[in-house]
């Protein structure tokens, strides 16, 4: 007679633990994602974003500077601060650890620049580099590229991105070879 | 009188205990994967980038031009498939070599434009592989890779769009 008391008794000791367990996990995670954005892997995640906005700064740069100078695009990065279309600050990766340049002097924003820059191409180029990083600002894991058309495109396939930048240099070779 | 703990309690502590490891846990690994990248990138070795910039100089000296691309060396006979690509990858799987190669340059032009260079490393902090123009190979830091390469662009973006000046 007193077997099923004790079984009745017992039954809702694991539902009162799991529901301990669930709420205790829950505060932590709560927390944890309160202190997420801080924590390292988190803040490359953002260091990738803000680095994608800035070529996204600098092909609206591009275009502003185009759409004044008979659709041609700027020789250099240079041309485009001293002109105050795009800060300093923007041509700087914040994964790199690069500081901004202080001075618009050509060979001071050159000195703190992530970024490189082809000139030659136009938006007729279309789907070709514009501007890009070398892939060892974000520890060779992820790369940011702007294409001629100013849309801006993040990888971490360095086989695609190779495979991009061939066909830029191809182009190049190309257009060299006809302008002969 | 000391109050008895309740299984909630325990639940509770276990819940947060877990909650801890599992967050700190994934925290490290995160990390340590960040520098420890699991992705093989293709690289390229010493050895292998010379091999490539030989057989340019090879072909240049029987053609009086350089290659167009780098598979044209492979269909002159002065190089083998696998030695455009990284050892561990299979050449087959992509038709794009592992070495960037700057086929606009000429000869004539500025002897410090990269001609052929690599972008990513096998480890972090190894230097980068670039041939110049003159042949020489050099090892680079990702900053002095960046400064000759903004150098060949512009370089070559200046040939090919004369009307930046004027």
Redesign the interface.
Do not use: H
């Given at each position: 007679m007193e077997e099923p008391n004790e079984q009745e008794g017992k039954r809702p000791?694991?539902p009162?633990?799991?529901?301990?367990?669930?709420?205790?996990?829950?505060?932590?995670?709560f927390l944890?994602s309160i202190l997420w954005p801080g924590?390292?892997?988190a803040r490359?995640l953002v260091k990738r974003a803000i680095c994608g906005a800035n070529l996204n700064g600098i092909g609206r740069g591009v275009v502003l500077y185009a759409s004044e100078n008979d659709d041609?695009?700027p020789?250099?990065f240079a041309t485009l601060v001293q002109a105050d279309y795009v800060s300093p600050l923007m041509l700087t990766c914040p994964s790199s650890g690069t500081e901004r340049a202080t001075t618009t002097r050509p060979a001071d924003v050159?000195s703190h620049?992530?970024y490189?820059?082809?000139?030659?191409?136009?938006r007729a180029s279309g789907d070709l580099i514009l501007a890009f990083e070398?892939?060892?600002?974000h520890?060779?894991?992820f790369v940011n590229v702007l294409y001629a058309d100013f849309h801006v495109k993040g990888t971490?396939d360095?086989?695609v991105?190779?495979?991009e930048?061939?066909r830029l240099?191809?182009y190049?070779?190309e257009?060299?070879?006809v302008?002969r | 009188m000391k109050k008895k703990t309740?299984?909630?309690?325990?639940?509770?502590?276990?819940?947060?205990?877990?909650?801890?490891v599992?967050?700190v846990g994934l925290?490290v690994y995160?990390?340590w994967?960040?520098?420890h990248?699991f992705?093989s990138?293709?690289t390229f070795s010493v050895e292998q980038i010379r091999k490539v910039a030989g057989a340019v100089v090879n072909y240049e000296k029987s053609n009086q031009r350089r290659p167009?691309?780098l598979e044209a060396l492979v269909k002159a006979d002065l190089l083998s498939t696998g030695d455009l690509f990284d050892p561990k990858r299979s050449p087959a799987s992509?038709?794009?070599?592992?070495v960037?190669?700057?086929?606009?340059l000429r000869k004539t032009d500025p002897a410090d434009l990269v001609l052929l260079c690599t972008?990513?490393?096998r480890k972090?902090g190894e230097p980068?592989l670039a041939v110049m123009n003159d042949y020489r190979t050099v090892e680079l830091s990702?900053k002095e890779?960046?400064?000759a390469?903004?150098r060949t662009?512009?370089y070559?973006?200046?040939?090919?769009?004369?009307?930046?000046?004027e």
């Open positions: 000791l694991i009162k633990f799991l529901l301990g367990f669930i709420m205790g996990f829950l505060i932590v995670a944890a924590l390292s892997p490359e041609l695009f020789p250099d050159e620049c992530d490189i820059y082809v000139p030659g191409t136009s070398l892939p060892a600002n520890g060779q894991e971490g360095m086989t991105f190779a495979g930048l061939q240099n191809d190049i070779a257009e060299r070879r302008k | 309740t299984p909630f309690t325990w639940g509770m502590a276990a819940g947060l205990l877990a909650g801890v599992f967050f925290t995160l990390e994967k960040d520098r990248p992705r990138q293709p167009v691309n992509d038709s794009n070599p592992d960037l190669y700057f086929p606009a972008i990513v490393t972090r980068l990702p890779l960046r400064t390469l903004q662009y512009s070559l973006g200046g040939q090919i769009a004369r009307n930046f000046s």
